[in-house]
């Protein structure tokens, strides 16, 4: 199945998927990025993998030297130009993840909120394309969520669908960390164990937290 964001859901309607009326889920947005923060000196080179409109972008813009963010959807590229106006140290570009030829360009790679899912592909490439990407001594972040947050990912999901941003949920399918929507969409997750064995596939020192009982990181040094 290709980018079901890409596909599906234009700008407007991604933007909508954040404007969350559940409390629980903000906070878990917000410490997400706050995990990021508080590692950032204000002097890193950041390139966050699957960016959407720039919403991460916007906010980590005043703790770092400069932002580029990588989005395969032109549709939010071009609403993130208007969302991103006025934040001179970001740029967001129309560019398939799965293609990039950065080497060693970075000091940090992100790819947060369950990005190894969300981006279509094997989520190894995906790792070694972010690593390449990184100078030495640069970091990855991997963040998926948590199996504690399952009720209110869950309660997220259906959320969305009542806006019409995702199809209806099938709940006979959804279970185990899966999401399945009724007009294909599948959303996954990685568990600790799947986490521990792409950290030790990619040969790097990794290691792995969990955030505010919502998500688990997997943060990796080149």
Known sequence: MGNYYAEKLNASKLFEVYQTNIPRVKQYLEAEVA??????????????????????LKTLAPFARNITGVEISS???????EYLQGVTNCSLKIMDAFKLKY???????????????????EPMDLVNI???????GGRAYFSTYSAAFWE??????????????LGEIDMELTR????????GFVARTFSHRDLEN???KSRCRYHIEEVDGSSLFLIMEK
Do not use: H
Request: charged share 25%; hydrophobic share 40%; with cysteine.
């Open 35 to 56: 995990r990021v923060t508080e590692d950032l000196t204000g002097q890193e080179k950041v390139l966050e993998l699957g960016a959407g409109y720039g919403r991460i």
């Open 75 to 81: 549709d939010s590229v071009l609403f993130g130009k």
């Open 103 to 121: 080497e060693a360009e970075f000091d940090v790679v992100l790819c947060l909120q369950n990005g190894l899912s969300a981006i279509r592909g």
């Open 130 to 136: 972010a690593l390449r990407s990184l100078v030495p």
């Open 152 to 165: 209110q990912r869950l309660a997220w999901f259906m959320e969305q669908a009542g806006k019409n941003l």
């Open 176 to 183: 185990n960390g899966q999401i399945v929507c009724k007009d």
């Open 198 to 200: 792409i950290g030790r």
